[in-house]
Antibody, heavy 121, light 107 residues
Framework: QVQLQESGPGLVKPSQTLSLTCTISGGSITDGAFYWSWVRQPAGRGLEWIGR???????DYNPSLKSRVTVSADTSKNQFSLKVTSVTAADTAVYYC?????????????WGQGTMVTVSS | DIQMTQSPSSLSASVGDRVTITCRASQYISNYLNWYQQRPGKAPKLLIYAISTLQSGVPSRFGGSGSGTDFTLTISSLQPEDFATYYCQQSYSAPRTFGQGTRVEIK
């Protein structure tokens, strides 16, 4: 059974870089049937897709965040990562990693538990 | 970006009620429409993908329908564990976008 686990600092200072890692267990990041995504959710608000990695090396970003976001992967560790630069209070949110299938509908079928990141001095 | 608009934003219902949530896309999205349930403090959980296909393990009281730009999530008989927030999501084009959510509360 595939599981995802986010890790990283829970507190980041304004203007600094937010860095998170998602570790995949029970499956492989190189499995061509899946993309690996980051999604965030500010408190009391909706879900925002940030970006994704595919085993071919293809990486896609939400244009609204593209200038500040980097998604990368370490296939040897079966992990993928997120960096958000120049953070502000607006980046405070629960950050989820999620698996995105290439089957019908292309849904996010497996999610990590989420990690809360607060941007504050 | 494709905008996903859900209605209502919240609703109150009783156990056993039939509940319907609608989702409208700002443009045609074929069958790339998925539904998620999110309980407080938890990650979203996939309920339905490709408009109407139930994810494995999801109770049959959940159903999805629609086409083109207009879609519906129906809970045929609301159970206590169904009180949560529901999101629709499109995967037709990038960036993937979600509806704003519909909160289902106990009446």
């Amino acid at each position: 059974q595939v599981q995802l686990q986010e890790s990283g600092p829970g507190l980041v200072k304004p203007s600094q870089t937010l860095s998170l890692t998602c570790t995949i267990s029970g499956g492989s990041i190189t499995d061509g049937a899946f993309y690996w995504s980051w999604v965030r959710q500010p408190a009391g608000r909706g879900l925002e897709w940030i970006g994704r990695f595919y085993t071919s090396g293809t990486i896609d970003y939400n244009p609204s965040l593209k200038s500040r976001v980097t998604v990368s992967a370490d296939t040897s560790k079966n992990q993928f990562s997120l960096k958000v630069t120049s953070v502000t209070a607006a980046d405070t949110a629960v950050y989820y990693c999620a698996r995105h299938t290439v089957t019908e509908g292309y849904p996010f079928d497996i999610w990590g538990q989420g990690t809360m990141v607060t941007v504050s001095s | 970006d494709i905008q996903m608009t859900q209605s209502p934003s919240s609703l109150s219902a009783s156990v056993g009620d039939r509940v319907t949530i609608t989702c409208r896309a700002s443009q045609y999205i074929s069958n790339y429409l998925n539904w998620y349930q999110q309980r407080p403090g938890k990650a979203p959980k996939l309920l339905i993908y490709a408009i109407s296909t139930l994810q494995s393990g999801v109770p049959s009281r959940f159903g999805g329908s629609g086409s083109g730009t207009d879609f519906t999530l129906t809970i045929s008989s609301l159970q206590p564990e169904d009180f949560a927030t529901y999101y629709c999501q499109q995967s037709y084009s990038a960036p993937r976008t979600f509806g704003q959510g519909t909160r289902v509360e106990i009446k």
